[in-house]
C-alpha cells in the first residue's frame, strides 16, 4: 500500500472516530446541547466587559461567535438523529400519557409571554363582530377563510367575556382549541403506527409549541379534521371522509388541492372520487351563500387574498427558468398560463399526486402536507406547521431533523414577533430583514425536497416501510 494511502486510511479512521465520540457517544446530545449555551452566555460576558460596539472584541470577534454558535446549534439535530433513528417502537403502557398535560403546559407557558402576532388582533375583531351578530365579511379585512374559524373565535371570547374578561384567557382558550387538534393528531400516529415516538415528537415539536402556543395559528386544526377524514376513507367510509373533508375546508381551506391526489387513487371508483372531490368543494362553496351580500369582500379577501406571494422557493425556481423580465413583458402577461405562475403551480401539484399515488400511495395524506409547503407560491410563519405531522411520520430520516431544527430556530428567535426580545435565551435572537427571510423560507423548503428524494430512493430500493416510523 502507498504511503498516500495508508494516510489517506489513517485519516478516515480517526474521522469515524472523531464523528462517532461526537455523535453517537453516550453523551453526545447532552454536549451539542450545553454547547451553545455555554458560548451564548460567554458571548453576554464578553459584550458587557470588552470595549465598545466597533472593537475587536466585542465587535468582530463578538459576531464570529454569533456564526459559531449557529454552527453548534446546528449540530444538535444531528446528535439526537443518531440517538433515535434506530429506536424501536415505543410502547410504554399507559406512561406516555404524561406527555399530553406537559406539552399543553409548555404551549400556555409560551402563551403566556404575549400576543404573538397581528392575527390575535384580528381574532379578537372577528369575535367582537360575530357576537354582535354581524357578518364578519363586511366589516374586516382581517378574516380570510370560511366562516366556521369565525363562530370558534366567537365561543372561545364568550367564555372569556364571561369568565375575566381578559385577553390572555381569549389567547388561552384558542391554544386550548387548538392542542385538542393537536392532541388528537398525536393519539392516532400512535395507534396507526403503533410507535409511542411519534406522539412525542409531534407533540413536543419546537414547531407546534410555538405556532400553536405563542402565534396560534389554526392550520392544524383543519389538518386534524382531515385526518380524520383520512382515517375514515381506510375504513372505506367515502361520505364520512368527504364530510370531514368539507369540515376541514370550513375551518381553513389547507387540504382544497388535495382533490389532486384524489384524482389518481385507483383503489378508488369514479364515484368515490367525484363525492371525494367535489362534495367537500361544494360545501365550502356554499357555506359563503348566507354572507352574499358581502361578495366583493368575500371575492376580495379569501379567494384573492395573496399574503407572501412570491415568498416561496417555486417563484424563486421559476424565475430562474424563466427571467423576470421577459416575464412581465406585454405577451407574457396577456397570457394566464404565465400568470402570477398558478397554471404552472396547478400542474405541478397535479404531477405530484400522480407520483405520490404511484410511490408513496400509503402515505399519500403525509406526503400531501409535504409537497403543499414544498411548492407554495406564496409563505409565511404558519406554513412550517403543515408538514409536521408528516414529519413525525418520518422521524427517521435526517431531512426531518434538519428541517425541525431550522423551523423551530426560526420561529422562536429569526421570524416576525419572535420571541426573542422576551428574554427567553436572548443572545439567540436576530433581526433580519424581510428579504432574508423569504430567502429563509426557501432554505427549509429545500429540505423538504431533500426528504421526498429520500422517500423515492427507499421506494426504488424496497426500503421505505422499513424506514417509516413504524
Known sequence: MKDSDKLSTAIQKKSRLVFDILFKSKYACLFWVLSPLVMGFALQIIASNSGNSDGWISGRLEWTIHDVLFLFLYFIPVAIYYKVKDLKALKWSGYYIMVFPFAYLLRLYVASLGQGNFDLESYNIVADIVLDGKSVYGHTHRYNYAPAWAYILAGCKFVAVHFNNSANMFHYLIVTVLFSAEAYIGYRLYKKYDNAYLLFFFLLNPIGIATTGYHSQFDILAIAVAFAAVLQLNKNN??????????????????????????????????????????????????????????????????????????????????????????????????????????????????????????????????????????????????????????????????????????????????????????????????????????????????????LYALFRDYRTGKLNKSIGT
Not at 399574503?307 to 427558468?321: A, N
Not at 409535504?370 to 430520516?397: D, H, K, N
Not at 422576551?422 to 428579504?435: M, R, S, T
Open 238 to 451: 367515502v361520505l364520512k371522509a368527504a364530510l370531514l373533508l368539507a369540515c376541514s375546508l370550513l375551518v381553513k381551506h389547507v387540504m382544497v388541492f388535495y382533490a389532486f391526489f384524489l384524482l389518481f387513487d385507483k383503489d378508488l371508483s369514479v364515484k368515490n372520487r367525484v363525492i371525494l372531490i367535489f362534495l367537500p368543494i361544494g360545501i365550502f362553496l356554499a357555506s359563503f351563500i348566507p354572507f352574499m351580500k358581502d361578495f366583493d369582500a368575500i371575492k376580495l379577501n379569501v379567494f384573492e387574498y395573496k399574503l407572501g406571494f412570491f415568498g416561496g422557493l417555486f417563484p424563486k425556481v421559476m424565475y430562474l427558468l424563466l427571467p423576470e423580465q421577459i416575464i412581465k413583458s406585454g405577451l407574457f402577461m396577456a397570457l394566464p398560463v404565465f400568470k402570477d405562475w398558478m397554471l404552472v403551480w396547478l400542474i405541478t401539484m397535479l404531477f405530484m399526486g400522480y407520483l405520490a399515488n404511484k410511490y408513496w400511495k400509503q402515505y399519500l395524506f403525509e406526503v400531501y402536507l409535504v409537497v403543499l409547503v414544498l411548492t407554495s407560491v406564496s409563505f409565511s410563519q404558519q406554513y412550517l406547521y403543515i408538514p409536521v405531522l408528516a414529519i413525525a411520520v418520518f422521524y427517521r430520516y435526517y431531512a426531518t431533523w434538519v428541517y425541525t431544527f431550522l423551523a423551530g430556530f426560526f420561529l422562536f428567535f429569526a421570524s416576525f414577533h419572535n420571541l426573542g426580545p422576551l428574554n427567553l435565551v436572548k443572545f439567540f435572537a436576530i433581526n433580519i430583514d424581510y428579504e432574508k427571510l423569504l430567502y429563509s423560507y426557501s432554505i427549509m423548503q429545500v429540505w423538504l425536497l431533500v426528504l
